[in-house]
T-cell receptor, first 113, second 116 residues
């Protein structure tokens, strides 16, 4: 089955800096890669996703890149703010329709003012 | 997106008892999923619940321990049976909803279970 590795496990940055979280996946059939943000005590929230027919996707301060050949994808957050502090999970699924997601272990991002 | 609710939001239970968690979504969905998230850990899929058929369980999870019902397209239950302290966790349901070209998965608020 699919295996998703996520790095780093923790990331501390100063407000205004950029943050990058990287994930690798094992199943070359995976074609959908969402990212979730989970604040303490709350549900995971879908913040951005990318499909295998696209190399990059942006939404304001966040962007995701995908390298299908290397089987890795990354989340980029620019101009970080304290409210970006949370745990971020990447996921992958080989099913373009109903998504049985395999999650990475998560990255705790701390943005200091 | 989707509006998803879960009941109860939290509970403290004695070992050996069972707890049934309910998940309600505001619109009809084909697939519902149940996850477990242990403290400080990632999300682990327990099973996929498709209306009108038996749930599909992931490796390490069995129907006798985690029976699931899916009586209609907006509702599902997960029962944690014969509980032990190791079952203390957050249990989340999720649903697939059509997004931009494919299905996106949205999560309920979770049920925090403590087994004493």
């Amino acid at each position: 089955g699919e295996n998703v590795e996520q790095h780093p496990s923790t990331l501390s940055v100063q407000e205004g800096d950029s943050a990058v979280i990287k994930c690798t996946y094992s199943d070359s059939a995976s074609n959908y890669f969402p990212w979730y943000k989970q604040e303490l005590g709350k549900r995971p929230q879908l913040i951005i996703d990318i499909r295998s027919n696209v190399g990059e996707k942006k939404d304001q301060r966040i962007a995701v890149t995908l390298n299908k050949t290397a089987k890795h994808f990354s989340l980029h957050i620019t101009e970080t703010q304290p409210e970006d502090s949370a745990v971020y999970f990447c996921a992958a699924t080989p099913m373009g329709g109903y998504s049985t997601l395999t999650f990475g272990k998560g990255t705790m991002l701390l943005v200091s003012p | 997106s989707a509006v998803i609710s879960q009941k109860p939001s939290r509970d403290i239970c004695q070992r050996g008892t069972s707890l049934t968690i309910q998940c309600q979504v505001d619109s009809q969905v084909t697939m519902m999923f149940w996850y477990r998230q242990q403290p400080g850990q990632s999300l682990t899929l327990i099973a996929t619940a498709n209306q009108g058929s038996e749930a599909t369980y992931e490796s390490g999870f069995v129907i006798d321990k985690f029976p699931i019902s899916r009586p209609n397209l907006t509702f599902s239950t997960l029962t944690v049976s014969n509980m032990s302290p190791e079952d203390s966790s957050i249990y989340l349901c999720s649903v697939d909803k059509p997004g931009q070209g494919a299905y996106e998965q949205y999560f309920g608020p979770g049920t925090r279970l403590t087994v004493t």
